[in-house]
């Protein structure tokens, strides 16, 4: 168990399973773990072609909480969870402004995060679900 934490692997099959579910794509080549903080996701988990670390849009990523150097980002996300997302529209953006979605800098791309992750306690509500239930939630 401790190691999945330290090869990525843990985070693959995280990532594979919220693909499946969502019908989002991995990345080309696999996971790259670009480093950010939260106040960043929403400039770096967006696509290369605008400016951020992904291939493509509607993809899964996971961030790294340390920079290439080894040192820990400002407000990292470690055990946390987040979503970055593109507004449609122009009229989507100026509420993205409105309600203090943190942006990237077009205000374009939004990211909501929480700074937790209830592993311990969703994951017994998602087997049970699934075993006595038969059925996922999506």
């Not at 401790?2 to 080309?28: C, H, R, W, Y």
């Not at 773990?33 to 996971?62: H, K, M, W, Y």
């Not at 340390?66 to 989507?92: I, K």
Request: glycine share 12%; proline share 4%.
């Amino acid at each position: 168990m401790f190691n999945s934490f330290l090869d990525g692997t843990k985070s693959a099959i995280e990532m594979a399973a919220v693909a499946n579910a969502t019908g989002l794509e991995p990345q080309d080549g696999g996971l790259r773990f670009p480093p950010s903080g939260a106040n960043q996701v929403s400039s770096i988990c967006v696509p290369e072609a605008d400016g951020g670390a992904l291939a493509r849009s509607g993809t899964v990523e996971v961030i790294s909480s340390l920079d290439r150097s080894g040192r820990e980002m400002d407000n990292d996300l470690r055990w946390g969870v987040y979503v970055v997302f593109e507004a449609p529209s122009r009229y989507v953006q100026d509420r993205f402004a409105d309600y203090g979605v943190l942006t990237d800098s077009t205000g374009r791309f939004g990211a909501l995060w929480r700074p937790f992750h209830f592993i311990g306690l969703e994951i017994a509500t998602s087997v049970l679900k699934a075993g006595l239930e038969g059925r996922v939630d999506r």
